[in-house]
């Protein structure tokens, strides 16, 4: 039967991958911050309440621990809380529930209780807002162990992602790139499998010369500076990484010793970032293949800038080439 | 259960709008000055030439907040939130203010930084996204605005901690005795931060005045999702006075914060109020409040509006003609047209100043960070 | 400020060790048995066998605790947080519990998890060191240990609301009907997560009762650190009751649990209860509480021994003979000798189980470092 | 004029630092738990409120987001703060405050306000205690732009470097390796000078065949393993880190460009720690010299283990010396 093409947003695809979830399980309830009547300040739940309902798509008071804490105790009692963060810069108040309790309740247990959760958070610059809305926390979740995490970059991803998140038993910190989430692509809606699973990369461009590696909003930019360099005679292998822990390690090494070369793009501060273990893990498997160090693409050492400083701070196209040349020269 | 703790709970909650018997109110939305044997000592000496220096405020600070709005629908402003119906919250409890007593803002209090005597561009360059803040909070002893929901509540707790061991407390001095006052949303009063500060505070009688404007919303989610009771009562959980003012009532609002700013100077903070007052607007420029809140809330709230209320009195009361209200408005439009000209005209730093002020003292990675940036920047001018 | 507020807040504070007049008690440190008109129907059916079996828990659970201090003096324990003083705190909160209620402890309920059913060797499990917890909460309807303060509080609540979507309250239906207790401490009161977990409970009617054990210390700072006020008026901030037990008096402690409990099931949650108490020995065996507190308090406190004043019911009421004592006597040292048996017979699991359960779902991480850790731990092997 | 030599604990030594540092500046304030009458529960402010009285040595409310949101505003009234978190475990709750205000508030206000303020942890393991009480969350902090983030390992360097980061007019996470509180060392203690910046690394021990790097606990552990590679004739240069951010990267570049190889020991989970970012930036700086990869000695991506099982989880001499076997293979 063929499938049903359809041009969704990226956002959309959250809403409608969300919706199947609540519809495949009536465990699956949302927790957040004005995602009920609103639908979210991004519109991500729209409409989800008024088909599920007020305990199912749950309006929480104003706090960020509390909406965290609160899903696990739902957790323990057999629910699968999917919650919401307003903004990046607002997941810090329930940073302790997320490492203490969430990443460790299992271990703790000795398995004997699952925290099935999901923590959605649109995350990264580029939208002109002000301080504390366009961060990239990713490494703070990604370095801690018990957890699960993810960053979806395009609309299909997106869509089977959030569901595949929903289904895994592990808690899992999801990331949406929200400057795109207006972004459309076409893909078939009425499949009934996942293209792939949840922890896996993507190569979405193969290429020889060099692998450009990131996740989330700046894919969108990888493939935009790969076309270029293509016109200008340089083959670049993009891959969306899409799983940030566990890290599909043996996909980016695989490329890596095809190409010998490897530029990490991460919108997050450089130090101690995604691209820095990256550059660690790939430096200790393909030590005699790498023909230079890993460049890392990244966001400066410094607090994210006023927006209309924003693109100087953000990695574009010229900085993701200025990168594949700094790997080419040596 | 103890019988007065059931009672106590057992007080009906005022119905949407109405603040309830427990509110403080001086002036009636019909602009009837009221007596309140508490609190008329507090505008006893207000003279004719002070109510018409409020009335002026309110009026520019709504004419700010209008040039806010339209500055970023014009695309000069990347978001807003507005203040509109919050204007007698915000005057009055800042006109109560001494110069040395400090303030910790959200990101709304416009009105207060205004009277506070702040360049009223400070406000725009968050919003213009010029920088993230960027004014001396000691300039006019008002902080930074806070963008993280509760999180000043423990800075003033702490600045007012330090006040106490400066001993800027209760000595009768008026020019030593210190208050902090704190403002926040009724949304905050969930955060773990907000409660945390009012632990703290009780604890160490921190002289701190928290001022709670109860404008009904925190975005899409009402008042209700908040908290069962009203929310000045929150304090009396944590052992200290919370009261209720009608905070679109300027003479109330001047006087109940005057009570507390005096309270908090003595030693006797820390103290809660709740403004009961409306945010009549969106939540901000990106907001769409049609899609939880109905129109008729908000038209009836407009019978309440704090600025009527003041021109009402002070033209009934013979304290101010119409040549006075003309030229206010002629005023207002001066101000906006200024304050426009001062924000299109607002320059963006340059690229390399990312690093300026990260560190205090020098960091040899804002250097070379710096320095990489102006030799790629560089390279680019070389190429062309 | 509102005149009843102020008289509220002037309500004198009771002294140290006097839980004031608000105390709900139903037997005096003598052994008295007191009437309350609100909570005498609680007790009302309770059979001489009840008393006895509570007199036994009571016992047990204060020689599982001196076994556990022995035990750590000997090295067999990494720490030992001790509970005497608030056995009957424990005891009578926890008999009040339907099996199908839930659970949600600190460090220190181990008197709380006997009465549910728990082998008493699970709480050594995470003071031994040989695992975090490791028992399964569903087994008991009671949850792992928090050590993290005031963590809890906010799964307690959510685990509440689950009950509530579950459809689970005020069905009038007892096997369905159900509650959800969370034990803190006077210290937790002050974290933010506890001030939240008020504030979603309320918000979302949770069948939830919280029952803070206030033992007048957390670790060397007194209660009078976190708050002003007597803790269990922390609730009226927030719009749901409170009210405050004699901690160290099972039939009270058993008659208001029960009450809060069956208020929670119907539908009239949260609810707090503060359980008047004190911690009478160190924080834990790392503390030495002779740093900051007098030996006059602790002496003070020995005279509202909760074991002693049920033994002195009990007695002169005839419900109990010297035969009786003897045999809980005879029973607790047999249940000593066996928990230190098994406290010292308990293994630590192999190094490689450190993988087992750190995930639910396979994780190729784990995989690698297992296998690692096992080539490397092999390689010693070869060597040798 | 002699110095006078004492031999003082490390524990001891912090004490006496922040004697120095109170009576050298009425604004120093200390706050934290327990940390008045107690003086804390490792005792490091024993004695000081006792005699600066309690207005400086502040025992708070059980609420560590209000610790440090508090000591935020006090630095803006001028004063200079200690927060001192009992357990490495229990800086959680003040994670928002730290990440969003501590670090960020100069650079919002361009510079008009300093937040002058050190954040006090003991971390680590290896003392045999519950949960939450031996973790290693330093790479949080590393990855923060706005902070700066040190460790000491050795009481001479303790004693100096708490005074020099309360002096220090940017915020300072000072990590304190809990299991070697009781460690002795014979230093000068009546000297007025420190013998080094607060940001720079240490080299303990010269050595040609490879670079050992680590930070506070592990430095002794190192220091043993490279007297025991000797006796088999590996010649080990060991390096203390000490300041983990900004990191003294020449340093480290410096040694590896000798020895051509590098080992970096941390009880943190490897996965984003900063052996991570070390080896990205030494294999970005050093190429061409390396002769093997950068090995990483790290603890397992697992939560802290129960405390008997701890030794398994630790970088001891045998997992260092295997690092270094490992090193030296290529
Ligand atoms: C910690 C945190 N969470 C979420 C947000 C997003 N947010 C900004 S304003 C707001 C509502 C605030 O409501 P209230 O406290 O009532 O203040 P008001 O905006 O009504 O003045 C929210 C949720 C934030 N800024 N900080
Ligand atoms: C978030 C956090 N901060 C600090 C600690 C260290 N700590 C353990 S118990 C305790 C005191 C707790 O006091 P209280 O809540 O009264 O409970 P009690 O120990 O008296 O039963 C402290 C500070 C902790 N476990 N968690
Ligand atoms: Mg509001
Ligand atoms: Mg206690």
Same mark, same amino acid.
């Given at each position: 039967?063929?499938?049903?093409?359809?041009?969704?947003?990226?956002?959309?695809?959250?809403?409608?991958?969300?919706?199947?979830?609540?519809?495949?399980?009536?465990?699956?309830?949302?927790?957040?911050?004005?995602?009920?009547?609103?639908?979210?300040?991004?519109?991500?739940?729209?409409?989800?309440?008024?088909?599920?309902?007020?305990?199912?798509?749950?309006?929480?008071?104003?706090?960020?621990?509390?909406?965290?804490?609160?899903?696990?105790?739902?957790?323990?009692?057999?629910?699968?809380?999917?919650?919401?963060?307003?903004?990046?810069?607002?997941?810090?108040?329930?940073?302790?529930?997320?490492?203490?309790?969430?990443?460790?309740?299992?271990?703790?247990?000795?398995?004997?209780?699952?925290?099935?959760?999901?923590? +959605?958070?649109?995350?990264?610059?580029?939208?002109?807002?002000?301080?504390?809305?366009?961060?990239?926390?990713?490494?703070?979740?990604?370095?801690?162990?018990?957890?699960?995490?993810?960053?979806?970059?395009?609309?299909?991803?997106?869509?089977?992602?959030?569901?595949?998140?929903?289904?895994?038993?592990?808690?899992?910190?999801?990331?949406?790139?929200?400057?795109?989430?207006?972004?459309?692509? !076409?893909?078939?809606?009425?499949?009934?499998?996942?293209?792939?699973?949840?922890?896996?990369?993507?190569?979405?461009?193969?290429?020889?010369?060099?692998?450009?590696?990131?996740?989330?909003?700046?894919?969108?930019?990888?493939?935009?500076?790969?076309?270029?360099?293509?016109?200008?005679?340089?083959?670049?292998?993009?891959?969306?990484? +899409?799983?940030?822990?566990?890290?599909?390690?043996?996909?980016?090494?695989?490329?890596?010793?095809?190409?010998?070369?490897?530029?990490?793009?991460?919108?997050?501060?450089?130090?101690?970032?995604?691209?820095?273990?990256?550059?660690?893990?790939?430096?200790?498997?393909?030590?005699? !293949?790498?023909?230079?160090?890993?460049?890392?693409?990244?966001?400066?050492?410094?607090?994210?800038?006023?927006?209309?400083? !924003?693109?100087?701070?953000?990695?574009?196209?010229?900085?993701?080439?200025?990168?594949?040349?700094?790997?080419?020269?040596? | 259960?103890?019988?007065? =703790?059931?009672?106590?709970?057992?007080?009906?909650?005022?119905?949407?709008?109405?603040?309830?018997?427990?509110?403080?109110?001086?002036?009636?939305?019909?602009?009837?000055?009221?007596?309140?044997?508490?609190?008329?000592?507090?505008?006893?000496?207000?003279?004719?030439?002070?109510?018409? *220096?409020?009335?002026?405020?309110?009026?520019?600070?709504?004419?700010?907040?209008?040039?806010?709005?339209?500055? %970023?629908?014009?695309?000069?402003?990347?978001?807003?939130?507005?203040?509109?119906? %919050?204007?007698?919250?915000? =005057?009055? *409890?800042?006109?109560?203010?001494?110069?040395?007593?400090?303030?910790?803002?959200?990101?709304?209090?416009?009105?207060?930084?205004?009277?506070?005597?702040?360049?009223?561009?400070?406000?725009? %360059?968050?919003?213009?996204?010029?920088?993230?803040?960027?004014?001396?909070? %000691?300039?006019?002893?008002?902080?930074?605005?806070?963008?993280?929901?509760?999180?000043?509540?423990?800075?003033?707790?702490?600045?007012?901690?330090?006040?106490?061991?400066?001993?800027?407390?209760?000595?009768?001095?008026?020019?030593?005795?210190?208050?902090?006052?704190?403002?926040?949303?009724?949304?905050?009063?969930?955060?773990?931060?907000?409660?945390?500060?009012? =632990?703290?505070?009780?604890?160490?009688?921190?002289?701190? =005045?928290?001022?709670?404007?109860?404008?009904?919303?925190?975005?899409?989610?009402?008042?209700?999702?908040?908290?069962?009771?009203?929310?000045?009562?929150?304090?009396?959980?944590?052992?200290?006075?919370?009261?209720?003012?009608?905070?679109?009532?300027?003479?109330?609002?001047?006087?109940?914060?005057?009570?507390?700013?005096?309270?908090?100077?003595?030693?006797?903070?820390?103290?809660?109020?709740?403004?009961?007052?409306?945010?009549?607007?969106?939540?901000?420029?990106?907001?769409?409040?049609?899609?939880?809140?109905?129109?008729?809330?908000?038209?009836?709230?407009?019978?309440?509006?704090?600025?009527?209320?003041?021109?009402?009195?002070?033209?009934?009361?013979?304290?101010?003609?119409?040549?006075?209200?003309?030229?206010?408005?002629?005023?207002?439009?001066?101000?906006?047209?200024?304050?426009?000209?001062?924000?299109?005209?607002?320059?963006?730093?340059?690229?390399?100043?990312?690093?300026?002020?990260?560190?205090?003292?020098?960091?040899?990675?804002?250097?070379?960070?710096?320095?990489?940036?102006?030799?790629?920047?560089?390279?680019?001018?070389?190429?062309?």
């Amino acid at each position: 039967m063929a499938g049903q093409l359809e041009k969704v947003t990226l956002g959309k695809s959250i809403t409608n991958g969300l919706r199947k979830a609540m519809e495949a399980d009536p465990k699956v309830v949302l927790i957040g911050e004005d995602i009920g009547k609103l639908g979210g300040v991004f519109r991500i739940t729209e409409g989800l309440q008024k088909d599920f309902g007020e305990d199912r798509v749950i309006d929480s008071p104003l706090a960020e621990s509390g909406i965290v804490g609160t899903a696990v105790g739902m957790a323990l009692r057999g629910y699968r809380p999917v919650c919401e963060i307003q903004f990046d810069g607002f997941v810090y108040p329930a940073f302790d529930q997320i490492v203490s309790q969430v990443a460790k309740m299992h271990a703790r247990a000795l398995g004997a209780v699952k925290i099935p959760m999901v923590i +959605r958070i649109p995350f990264g610059g580029g939208i002109g807002s002000p301080e504390h809305h366009s961060e990239s926390p990713e490494a703070y979740f990604a370095h801690t162990a018990g957890l699960r995490v993810v960053a979806c970059s395009n609309p299909e991803d997106a869509h089977w992602m959030i569901q595949q998140a929903v289904a895994c038993d592990d808690p899992v910190i999801f990331f949406e790139p929200k400057r795109r989430y207006h972004d459309r692509a !076409e893909y078939d809606t009425t499949a009934t499998t996942a293209p792939r699973g949840l922890f896996e990369a993507n190569v979405l461009r193969e290429g020889t010369d060099v692998t450009l590696l990131g996740y989330g909003p700046v894919v969108k930019t990888m493939l935009e500076s790969a076309a270029a360099a293509e016109a200008e005679g340089t083959s670049i292998e993009v891959i969306d990484l +899409r799983s940030l822990s566990p890290l599909p390690i043996d996909t980016i090494v695989e490329s890596v010793r095809k190409t010998g070369r490897l530029v990490v793009v991460q919108e997050a501060s450089s130090f101690l970032g995604m691209a820095s273990e990256i550059s660690a893990q790939v430096t200790e498997q393909c030590f005699y !293949e790498l023909e230079a160090p890993v460049i890392r693409v990244a966001g400066a050492n410094i607090p994210y800038p006023p927006s209309r400083m !924003e693109e100087e701070f953000l990695p574009d196209l010229d900085r993701i080439l200025d990168g594949v040349d700094r790997a080419l020269a040596y | 259960m103890s019988d007065k =703790v059931v009672a106590e709970l057992q007080e009906p909650t005022p119905a949407v709008g109405d603040g309830g018997p427990d509110m403080i109110q001086l002036l009636t939305p019909e602009g009837q000055r009221v007596s309140h044997p508490d609190y008329d000592k507090y505008v006893a000496d207000l003279t004719p030439e002070d109510l018409r *220096s409020f009335y002026r405020d309110l009026v520019l600070i709504r004419r700010l907040d209008a040039e806010g709005y339209a500055l %970023q629908r014009q695309g000069e402003l990347g978001l807003w939130p507005s203040l509109l119906g %919050q204007e007698a919250a915000q =005057v009055g *409890s800042g006109r109560a203010l001494r110069p040395h007593d400090f303030v910790f803002p959200t990101y709304r209090e416009h009105g207060v930084g205004f009277v506070r005597g702040m360049d009223p561009q400070s406000s725009l %360059q968050l919003f213009r996204g010029v920088s993230q803040g960027g004014w001396d909070p %000691q300039e006019n002893n008002f902080h930074l605005y806070t963008i993280v929901i509760g999180a000043q509540a423990l800075h003033a707790t702490g600045y007012a901690m330090g006040v106490r061991m400066d001993g800027n407390v209760g000595t009768g001095d008026p020019d030593r005795d210190t208050a902090v006052i704190c403002y926040f949303g009724d949304g905050a009063s969930s955060q773990g931060d907000v409660n945390e500060a009012f =632990v703290y505070a009780a604890s160490f009688d921190a002289p701190v =005045v928290f001022f709670c404007q109860n404008n009904q919303w925190a975005i899409s989610e009402p008042v209700e999702k908040q908290t069962r009771i009203p929310l000045f009562q929150r304090a009396r959980g944590f052992g200290f006075p919370g009261v209720r003012v009608d905070g679109n009532d300027i003479l109330a609002t001047y006087a109940v914060t005057q009570h507390c700013l005096d309270e908090a100077r003595n030693g006797n903070g820390p103290l809660l109020i709740e403004a009961y007052t409306y945010r009549m607007g969106a939540h901000t420029t990106a907001d769409d409040p049609t899609k939880y809140r109905v129109s008729a809330e908000v038209e009836e709230w407009k019978f309440r509006d704090p600025i009527l209320r003041l021109k009402t009195l002070l033209a009934h009361e013979g304290m101010a003609d119409e040549a006075f209200f003309v030229r206010i408005d002629e005023e207002a439009d001066q101000f906006a047209a200024e304050l426009r000209e001062g924000c299109v005209t607002m320059e963006t730093m340059a690229g390399e100043t990312m690093w300026d002020h990260v560190y205090a003292e020098d960091h040899p990675v804002m250097e070379a960070e710096r320095a990489a940036y102006l030799a790629y920047k560089a390279s680019f001018e070389e190429a062309n």
